[in-house]
């Protein structure tokens, strides 16, 4: 191989400079003592020939690589020594070899598992991967043990190992290992991602709001009580760092009943009797006991409930962008800012930082106005939490963390328990249904039991949902995963959201970003794959829209035949009679190649391609409103009858308090008389 030189860590560790150890290996093959993972006190965490690697202070999270030579774990297979070694060198030239991998959740996730299954093939059979193209038996038992839906990303990697041979020394599969391989891929139909019913949606998100608005209207009292509660601890201990990091001892407690009634006399320690005495004084022992419950003990729960507002933040925020829970997780205390646009004014925009495998340090997401009471509340629970993680000598947060810290982070008070670890160590990984269990008393199972309505709802939006898991009476159970795909549908298909007047309030915001999005005429570098499943979830919804627009959900102002030959000519056939889901599919695949076109609109949707009228602020032009005749490519939808009637009545009241004649009268006047055609046709029942 060529000179150590030209490798190099591409993993962004902010501790790890070209002047580590573990910035690069200092030979090739690397020796086994090797440290290639060090903390940020450059302390040696592992050495290259160690059988587990800790990726830990790398990853701020709990992340290992077991390569199987060392002692036997219940979930994990054996590896040989000599093959090992050879994964050892396959993994640290992905991590440090030119366009080397660039997080570790990409490694651990797409580069490892299925490198580790072929090497675990081929010890399993006696030989050595390096060997593995002389035995076509073992070769056709890869496609085996490669996760159909890793299957691609599989041999992707496996030919970026083949064209890097010359600098490894051996080859896992050549062209011909690879093209066979390929061609036994697996069929694989993965299950879509499931589609939260409006109701259970909105649900959701009002619980998480008024959980963060309690926050927001006690913040003060609980800002209050937590810094008396450290000062109380810090008395106790000499110091606050001393509370922080001493072993925990029960007579200098603050919170409990003196033992005798000179306790503390001699040691100058203060009692100020249970915890719930002062957070009664503090006026918040409600707040906790409505939020975590009455444990006996309160201070513990006064912990739970502070990780909780971060947690309900968190939730609240993933439901009103598209990023992903890891990104949310990076947020920071500065992130919500606005942008100026010109035609749709301040856009709330949250910057962070994407986990994919090429990341983004500086991302962007368009937002709703609403987001920021969540990130006001998480933000005054993280500095909160700053006062102790920057007293704390274990801990060590940097100045940039001081002052701009995490949103979402660890309990660091004293009362907490659990061992000080680095401010880079972040807080664990929980899924949305662990954060159901965590908080049990949060949702309300009863309403969360999927009805008949809820079921039909989701099964329209994702036909393949799991029947086992989803069924009428069970408590829907929630992902985020399930939010961002919800999220990013929602948009381009809010006529659903119409059960409540929350709701319609709730999506009426969210159609900024949509808008945002869609323009792409913003100078800012918007997070890409969200902008991906956003333009996916726009022809999905299209798609089915589409599909039901020959039934009589939707009215065309000409009659029921010339609505036919609309869809007829666009999609250059003769005769489109009622779809089904496997139309529906056909549909979204030629509203994707541009074939076909279907905007949804106030009233219903537009079929025109490039149409330059303002059909979504404004409906006169389509309707008649401005004293024409209707547009000839609108359709009016019967299911937003509901929405279209508040917006008729909202309009009269403006009616009566705008100065007759004016501009802003007018405009009015065109609107009321489009709405008034909109339920003039739909009641006509062509």
């Not at 090797?34 to 992340?63: F, H, Q, S, Y």
């Not at 309900?312 to 439901?319: D, K, Q």
């Not at 269990?437 to 309505?453: G, H, N, Y």
């Not at 020959?550 to 609505?563: A, I, M, Q, T």
Request: proline fraction near 6%; aromatic fraction near 10%; include cysteine.
């Amino acid at each position: 191989m060529e000179s150590s030189d030209k490798l190099g860590l591409r993993i962004k560790v902010q501790f790890v400079t070209p002047s580590s150890r573990s910035y690069r290996p200092p030979s090739w093959p690397p020796p086994r003592d090797w440290v290639c993972i060090e903390d940020d006190k450059d302390n040696a965490v592992t050495r290259w020939g160690d059988p587990i690697w800790d990726l830990t202070p790398w990853a701020g999270r709990k992340m290992t690589l077991n390569f199987g030579d060392g002692p036997k774990l219940s979930n994990t297979t054996p590896i040989d020594r000599a093959n090992a070694d050879l994964l050892r060198l396959l993994v640290t030239w992905r991590i440090w070899g030119p366009r080397g991998i660039k997080t570790c959740c990409s490694l651990t996730s797409n580069f490892f598992p299925p490198i580790r299954a072929i090497i675990e093939v081929c010890s399993r059979e006696g030989v050595l991967a390096s060997e593995l193209m002389r035995f076509p038996v073992i070769r056709a038992k890869l496609p085996q043990v490669i996760s159909p839906s890793r299957f691609n990303v599989a041999v992707s990697e496996l030919s970026r190992l083949f064209d890097a041979r010359s600098n490894l020394g051996f080859v896992l599969l050549n062209q011909i290992g690879l093209k066979q391989l390929a061609v036994a891929k697996p069929d694989h139909n993965p299950e879509q991602t499931e589609y939260i019913p409006p109701r259970i949606w909105a649900y959701q998100v009002n619980r998480l709001r008024e959980c963060l608005d309690d926050y927001i209207a006690n913040r003060q009292q609980v800002e209050d009580c937590f810094k008396f509660c450290i000062g109380a601890y810090a008395h106790n201990y000499n110091s606050l760092t001393d509370a922080l990091t001493s072993k925990s001892i029960h007579s200098r407690n603050p919170f409990q009943k003196p033992r005798y009634p000179t306790s503390g006399a001699n040691t100058g320690y203060i009692f100020y009797g249970p915890f719930r005495d002062t957070a009664k004084k503090f006026g918040i022992l409600e707040l906790l006991e409505r939020w975590v419950g009455g444990d006996s003990n309160l201070l513990r729960s006064f912990t739970n409930y502070l990780t909780l507002i971060q947690r309900a933040g968190l939730a609240y925020v993933l439901n009103f962008t598209l990023m992903r829970h890891e990104e949310g997780r990076s947020l920071r205390a500065d992130c919500l800012y606005y942008e100026k646009d010109e035609k749709l004014g301040n856009i709330p925009i949250l910057c962070g930082e994407t986990t994919k495998t090429d990341p983004d340090s500086d991302a962007r997401w368009p937002t709703s106005p609403s987001v920021k009471v969540a990130i006001d509340a998480m933000k005054s629970v993280s500095s909160l939490r700053m006062l102790c993680a920057a007293a704390n000598p274990l801990v060590v947060p940097s100045a940039e963390d001081i002052a701009n810290p995490y949103l979402i982070d660890r309990a660091f008070e004293p009362w907490a328990g659990g061992k000080s670890l680095s401010y880079l160590t972040r807080a664990g990984f929980i899924t949305y249904s662990e954060f159901v269990e965590q908080f049990p008393s949060f949702f309300d199972d009863r309403v969360l039991k999927i009805t008949e309505q809820d079921l039909r709802i989701a099964r329209s939006v994702c036909p393949t949902l799991n029947k086992n898991i989803f069924q009428v009476g069970k408590p829907w159970k929630l992902a985020y995963h399930q939010v961002r795909r919800t999220g990013a549908v929602n948009m381009f298909a809010s006529g659903l959201l119409s059960d409540s007047s929350m709701q319609f309030l709730l999506k009426h915001r969210t159609r900024l970003m949509p808008l945002y999005y869609g323009r792409g005429s913003s100078t800012l570098a918007l997070n890409e794959e969200a902008r991906t499943i956003l333009v996916s979830a726009q022809y999905e919804v299209m798609g089915r829209e589409l599909a039901a627009v020959l039934s009589d959900r939707f009215v065309s102002p000409y009659g029921n035949e010339h609505k036919k030959k609309m869809v007829a000519d666009l999609m250059g056939e003769p005769e489109v009679n009622l779809l089904s889901e496997e139309d529906a599919r056909r549909f979204e695949a030629a509203a994707q190649k541009g074939v076909i076109s279907f905007r949804a609109t106030v009233m219903g949707g537009c079929m025109k391609k490039s149409c330059s009228g303002d059909c979504i602020e404004s409906i006169a032009n389509c309707s008649g409103g401005n004293g024409k005749s209707p547009c000839r490519d609108v359709l009016f939808d019967r299911k937003r009858s509901e929405q279209n009637q508040i917006r008729l009545e909202g309009i009269k009241v403006q009616l009566k308090s705008v100065q007759p004649n004016s501009p802003r009268y007018r405009a009015l006047e065109q609107e009321n008389l489009g709405l008034e055609n909109y339920f003039d046709y739909i009641k006509r029942g062509w």
